[in-house]
């Protein structure tokens, strides 16, 4: 599928700041996805956003669904040692998802 | 609830030997992928399935590769002969709409 463009590629934090990462795309998308991905397992669903300007929490999650339907943003608060890990955005065309690259989040404790 | 469940969770097989990989999706769910995640390539959808059937195999490497679901609640991604070039993690995931919930992966090497 077409690729996502997905930034930070990566980020190095200190534990309780709070962390943003964004995805963009040259395609409209109508279902924007966020996944987490720990060392050695698969990919787990954080957020599902199904409508344009949509905003969804999960704890201390938030992911925003973005009003031109090409972008979403994941913003994770008080950042702590768990939250380490890939962050994936995706978005499916039909049956497939379209990945970014992912944003390696690191917490400094 | 189960989420997606695979098998075995690590192989570790010699070049040439058949490896075979075991996926249940969740209860309920009629799609169900195979993928595979490599640091050069991140996640490739192999093949997938609806309601059992296959859809999309045009992911699939080459003909070494094989994938059957033969009822809803198992599929199989059989490698015949596997080669060094294999090593990956395989991950299958299931849904009902569009939101795919990922299984936790089999670590594949090939030596």
């Known amino acids: 599928g077409q690729q996502l463009n997905q930034s930070p590629q990566s980020m190095f934090i200190q534990e309780g700041e709070d962390v943003s990462m964004n995805c963009t795309s040259s395609?409209?998308?109508?279902?924007w996805l966020w996944y987490k991905q720990d060392p050695g397992e698969g990919p787990v669903l954080l957020i599902a956003?199904?409508?344009?300007?949509e905003l969804t929490s999960n704890g201390r999650l938030t992911a925003q669904f973005g009003t031109t339907r090409k972008d979403s943003f994941l913003n994770i608060s008080a950042s702590i040692p768990s939250d380490v890990g890939i962050y994936f955005c995706?978005?499916?065309?039909?049956?497939?998802?379209?990945f970014g690259a992912g944003t390696t989040v690191t917490v400094r404790a | 609830d189960a989420g997606v469940i695979q098998s075995p969770r690590h192989e570790v097989t010699e070049m040439g030997q058949e490896v075979t990989l075991r996926c249940k999706p969740i209860?309920?769910?009629?799609?169900l992928f195979w993928y595979r995640q490599t640091m050069m390539r991140g996640l490739e959808l192999l093949i997938y399935?609806?309601?059992?059937?296959?859809?999309?195999d045009s992911g699939m490497p080459e003909d070494r590769f094989s994938a059957k679901m033969p009822n809803a609640s198992f599929s199989t991604l059989k490698i015949q002969p596997s080669e060094p070039r294999d090593s990956a993690v395989y991950f299958c995931?299931?849904?009902?709409?569009?939101?795919?919930?990922f299984g936790p992966g089999t670590r594949l090497l090939v030596l």
């Open positions: 995706a978005g499916p065309n039909d049956y497939k998802l379209s």
């Open positions: 395609s409209i998308f109508n279902t």
């Open positions: 956003l199904y409508k344009a300007g």
């Open positions: 209860s309920g769910h009629n799609s």
């Open positions: 399935f609806n309601n059992n059937v296959p859809i999309d």
């Open positions: 995931a299931s849904a009902l709409k569009e939101t795919q919930y």
